[in-house]
């Protein structure tokens, strides 16, 4: 799966999406400092879905009518906290990518909400 993690991705959880063999890219590597709507337009250029911890992404009407987003909403919690909870949200990409529509969500220890 093609994934774009955004700059406050923790490294953690970046390094755990490809050793499950994901290709994602880090915004920290490629564009650090760019606006979420470059993020959605990176995203949208390379066919990939962007994972964040960012709710900013939710204010854009615009991204959310193009762009495929997964928002973490994890407080509290650190990024090994939050690594169980990774191979659901990607069961869940996965099946919201087969669509081929954009999608928002955003994957609490409480399930999804779209």
Do not use: C, W
């Not at 774009?4 to 490809?18: G, H, K, R, V």
């Not at 990176?42 to 987003?69: C, G, H, M, P, Y």
């Not at 906290?81 to 955003?106: C, S």
């Amino acid at each position: 799966m093609k994934l774009l993690a955004d700059e406050n991705f923790p490294p953690t959880l970046i390094s755990y999406l490809q050793k499950k063999r994901h290709d994602i890219k880090r915004i920290q590597r490629s564009a650090k400092g760019i606006v979420d709507l470059s993020v959605s337009e990176k995203a949208l250029k390379e066919s990939r879905i962007v994972v964040t911890f960012d709710k900013d992404f939710l204010k854009s009407e615009q991204d959310s009518q193009n762009v495929r987003v997964m928002i973490f909403d994890f407080p509290n919690m650190t990024p090994e906290e939050i690594t169980p909870y990774l191979d659901g949200a990607v069961a869940v990409i996965n099946k919201l990518r087969k669509k081929k529509k954009p999608f928002m969500v955003i994957y609490s220890k409480e399930g999804i909400a779209i």
